[in-house]
DNA sequence: CGACAATACGAGCGACCGCTCGTATTAGTC
DNA sequence: GACTAATACGAGCGGTCGCTCGTATTGTCG
């Protein structure tokens, strides 16, 4: 790792910001670095100043879209009155900012949706700790299955969630917390 | 359209056949016709004789795919019995051939997953047609986000319950119901 | 200023992609 | 067997991709 200066720490802010454009309009596979360094406004040599490979772009990516999310969520997840907050609530509580999120950052769904990228288990894992904090007695095992599916649900519905106009949207985000609370009120729920 | 002799009925297929096996092992982007070729034993030049493009064979492939997923779902679709049975029975019946469909069809996710190929909205479209038959009073905007967003539900998890040994997959399919269930129960549901 | 590191450039490499085309082989028909 | 259409081949084209490297510029510090 070299020292960075000042310009240097911009630039990298910089080519996450074209690479996050980018992939929300085309993808990831279809998003190629030379175009990357193009949207950035710099060479293709002086993005891999600062960048081993297309992978550690998505990394770096997903690492501070992660940081971001667990800002705006903050609120959602500390409170430690979630314990006893009605499900729909503690569901909007959650969605609500998450949806919020997503629409001003289109192209973090691509990343939400990896196994293995730290936005993926970095949510999942927070999902699985208020879980946890609502039903102690859970096995562990229940715990992981929940979260992963809650997340693969959010992570699905998402994606028409940002694309759809304003009426639509809150229909379908009506929608998301109705299958989110519902999966998660019967049973062995919380 | 050219007249297709048994042998070229019989290529077809072949070539059908590699592209699923290798859409499950690396997906649709990241797999090259030239691979198919080769995984059905023949050449680059034979393939294209077949097909124009390799769009095409995701279609062509989506199109069989839909017509097999029908048959092992007539009996819990075509069923008229269907509007009077308790919702998890239902979705029972649904998921039960869908998950059977898709373990023996592992790269059908690819395809369903995808807008516009038949096979996303082939499925989408029965789905829809099966609510009407339980809530014939609800609204067709209703109708068609609540079966858009089952089946997107059930996208989002299959590739999870396909990747999961066994013991592990009985619990996600479960999951699965429940989330169907769950979301398909409330006031507007059926 | 001089020395050194950090930053910047961009032509282009090697690999792979979807796909073509000239040519050879095989099957159906009389 | 002769003729035709269907089938088969595979080298390779034009293009894009991720990424490199030699070189030039800029910033930091003594």
Redesign the pocket.
Known sequence: M??????????IAEILDAALALFAETG??????????ARA?????????????????ADALSERLLGELREAHAAAFDDSAVAGLPLPDLVSRVVDPLVFFHVANPGAKVLIGEKGQPLHTGVTDRVGALLRARSPHLPDDDVRRTSTVAVQIVAALMGGIVAAPEPERAALVQELKRALTGYLAPPGGL
């Open positions: 070299v020292k960075r200066q000042a310009r240097g720490r911009q630039r990831y596979d279809r998003t190629s670095t030379n175009a990357i360094a406004g710099i060479s293709p040599g002086s993005l891999y100043q600062y960048f081993p490979n297309k992978e550690a772009i």
